[in-house]
């Protein structure tokens, strides 16, 4: 018979090991995995890395939760708040190793993981001050199109994150899921990842998707763990559910901001 | 009123009709100045971060990436789809801010300092690196009109300035308007705000731009202009 | 003001040229563009190039047209029927050219097409006779993995269409376009495509959309035209409103077969 | 009852629980396959060229990539999310026949004669020539057993046949049952139905293969599962 996919959040940080790279779902404020990234805060995994395009909270929480060596991404940003917190403070005392990336770097490296090739041409310009430095990381490689010797492209080799973390609308347990509204990347993330987790608001039964098969978004073959997680972007937004709660990130900006250590800023998210 | 108000105006005016535009995180005054476009008459297909296609009307959050931010869309159109577009070519307009610029209209979104010590670790370029060499046109806000913002060399290029091929780079800031000139390959002063004086603009950046006559005097926000902006924006983040 | 992009069938063949290389949407039976291929086939261009990758009635109908030189597929057949007709005939006679790809090469080349690059890394068999073929042609080339100089692989060529004709199911005078159900390769050929014909079952006001966000599969600024063209798959099947007409299907294929001239074939399709 | 039952038995007893498994175009046996393979209970997870992923139920048509043949379905899994499976080496099972298999296991879906002059020019490999290469099992299956089918050397090598590396492939004919054994690179004779013998299956054939003693007997088809197979196919679609 068919396993069920479903597990508890506990269970599904067994599938994340010391040292994984981990692909964070959402965009700044909006469907971050933030029961996972809280889960996994809360752990003793250890030298975990990140990856992401345009992180926020989930990923600047993890920055400074001790958890986290390496991190990866093409901006990371508080928005009109400000710059996000945590990476400032660890990236400038040299806490977390930052690679800095660009949109196009990220897109191009998860496309071609995802896609099962080897690299992805790109359009980033050949004369940005980033591209010296991430050939010389050899992520990037600087070559010439095969079919025009002329011109010279940034190639950006596969992303192949250990484990791919998304939050979503809804799932069965066969890790069939349901994603409404803005997709970010995570579709990428999904395929490219070598294990996924998905933390859902809602699980349904397997007939939900028979009853609406133009609901189907990732189909369950991809996925790994399905962890049952009301509210699990709180307090980024989830799109037709809930909005985001700018009151605790602010109250998260200003806790880290000021120097507030992990525990402390924990705090900020267990007053519910 | 604040001179903030006279940026996303100068913004706005930069859009044509036809255009396609793309507003990323962190730019509120970018999706204002196409709402102000699009109020005057403009058509101009709005894409954004938040993927929310074609909004018939916003409410301004501290998250431009804020999906109830866009109210009325007409469906999901994602970043991917819109870079996509661009990597063809076929992107009108994109907005940028940075912490520095400078004459050749390098922008630097990623550190103060030297890039291994940082004096201030700045958020990243995100898509600039590749936008502008894509993008057909880059119309680029300073909040700030000064020494430390319009630099001689940026202390990082995160992404280059235009070639002779493109992008076409105009450049609001809260004195002045910039456009880069393809054949000198710098940043030309080319329109100034009422009020303003030509030696106030040189004085408060640190390189001398070559200057256009005549200089193009810049439309401040009318009251009806400013009454649609607190609409759209009641808590004012576009100041912040 | 916003121009509207409807038009009639002929205003749309405005939009095409002699020796343009069209990519064709649908597959095998299944959502073809026949509103659009009957109107060629009956028109007089001449010299045009198809592509598609598993095509099947549309493009075996236009392959004996008389109005095409050149045609591009992975696998052009008539499935359990036997070989698809015309294509047989025409390339067994030398009529027209045929550049034999595989899947694996249409949607690289598509990809890279879509997403704006020269080339895109496949898995193509370095060994398969069609390499040396499609190198000769200057579609394929075998490179090295720039980040592990051991590995080759076939790097495919950009596809740039000038055209995609798309039979959808809804859409607006703007352009935007529902496509339920199977979607195909449709999608890369509407980005690829330098103009894009959307033929559609019913025309909705643009509320439609606003009203059901999730409906919206292709953004306007991506389509050049949309034609009011009710049924305009069939005999081929149109997920959600009709299926394949199996008999029509199979009076073409007879008609072909024992050699009908292009106006005989053409009275199976106007005896409805 | 007619051989071809026999065949799809054959390709069905080559999947196992846990499988992924994708058919294409002009594909019937091998949908009719993993049916039967999940009627015995097999966890066989089922992708396919119409695109309609997991149906509870069938009903064949002509073509194998009619959506309306598939009943029941949870959506839709595009064929590109079906071959970026395989190319990151997670498709499980990929089902292909062929005009011409050698001994190599070398596929011909191309022509009949010389490739510029072709006697019979076929519809092409479709994916055959790089699935080779990343499906983790190939199962092709023959509808005739024949010197024309099972050749010395192909006429043309759509796709290459595995290598060391893989994939694991099976061919399952009218007659008998090859797999492709990876240390001597050639297609070994494996298994034959009752009432056949090993002199009928080699007289009928271009190559002589390698045998792998003792022979296993494959089963033919049960009553109850040929009933099973004239619901799905009532039109007999499947010895077309």
């Known amino acids: 018979m068919v396993k069920s996919k479903l597990m508890s959040i506990s269970e599904a940080l067994d599938l994340i090991n010391d040292g994984d790279e981990i692909a964070i779902g959402g965009m700044s404020f909006h469907r971050n995995p933030m029961a996972m990234a809280l889960a996994i805060a809360r752990s003793n995994r250890r030298d975990l890395a990140l990856i992401d395009r345009e992180p926020g909270l989930a990923f600047d929480l993890l920055t400074i939760s001790g958890r986290v060596r390496r991190i990866r991404a093409a901006m990371v940003t508080f928005e009109h708040f400000g710059i996000a917190p945590g990476f400032r403070r660890m990236v400038e005392n040299g806490e977390v190793e930052f690679i800095e990336d660009v ?117 369950g073959f991809l996925v790994t763990a399905v962890v049952h997680a009301p509210r699990g972007a709180w307090p980024t937004s989830m799109y037709g559910y809930y909005e985001a709660d700018y009151k605790v990130i602010r109250k998260y900006f200003d806790a880290v901001k000021s120097g507030s250590n992990i525990e402390e800023v924990l705090r900020v998210f267990s007053n519910v | 009123m604040s001179s903030m108000d006279n940026v996303i105006k100068c913004m706005a005016q930069q859009l044509r009709d036809g255009d396609i535009a793309y507003t990323g995180l962190a730019s509120v005054p970018a999706v204002l100045a196409i709402a102000l476009a699009r109020h005057w008459g403009r058509d101009v297909t709005f894409i954004n971060v938040a993927e929310i296609y074609e909004p018939k009307d916003m409410i301004i959050k501290v998250s431009s990436g804020d999906p109830t931010s866009f109210i009325g869309g007409k469906g999901i159109v994602t970043s991917l789809d819109a870079f996509d577009l661009a990597r063809r070519g076929l992107l009108d307009v994109m907005f940028f801010s940075a912490a520095q610029v400078d004459r050749r209209g390098n922008m630097n979104l990623s550190v103060i300092g030297s890039y291994e010590k940082p004096r201030v670790r700045l958020p990243g370029g995100a898509a600039a690196a590749y936008l502008y060499r894509r993008a057909r046109r880059v119309i680029m806000w300073l909040k700030e009109h000064s020494r430390r913002t319009l630099v001689e060399h940026v202390d990082f290029v995160t992404a280059p300035g235009p070639t002779k091929y493109g992008p076409h780079l105009t450049v609001c800031t809260p004195k002045a308007l910039f456009e880069f000139d393809q054949e000198v390959g710098e940043l030309v002063l080319t329109g100034l705000f009422p009020g303003v004086t030509v030696d106030d603009i040189i004085n408060n950046m640190a390189f001398k731009p070559r200057i256009k006559e005549p200089l193009r005097i810049l439309e401040t926000v009318t009251a009806e202009e400013l009454r649609l902006l607190n609409r759209w924006d009641p808590d004012g983040v576009r100041y912040s």
Not at chain 1, 141 to 158: G, M, Q, S, T, Y
Request: with cysteine; glycine share 6%; charged share 30%.
């Open chain 1, 103 to 219: 949109c196009e770097g990220v897109m191009a490296g998860l496309r071609a993981g995802a896609y099962g090739v080897p690299f992805m041409p790109s359009a980033i310009a050949l004369d940005s001050d980033l591209v010296q430095l991430n050939v010389k990381r050899g992520i990037w490689k600087v070559i010439r199109n095969p079919f025009n010797e002329e011109e010279e492209f940034v190639a950006v080799k596969a992303i192949r994150p250990d484990v791919a973390i998304i939050h979503a609308h809804k799932a069965d347990e066969k890790g069939d899921v349901e994603l409404q509204g803005p997709k970010y990347e995570d579709l990428l993330k999904v395929q490219a990842a070598k294990r996924v987790i998905v933390t859902v608001e809602e699980v349904v039964p397997e007939d939900y998707f028979r009853n609406n098969p133009d609901k189907l978004t990732i189909p």
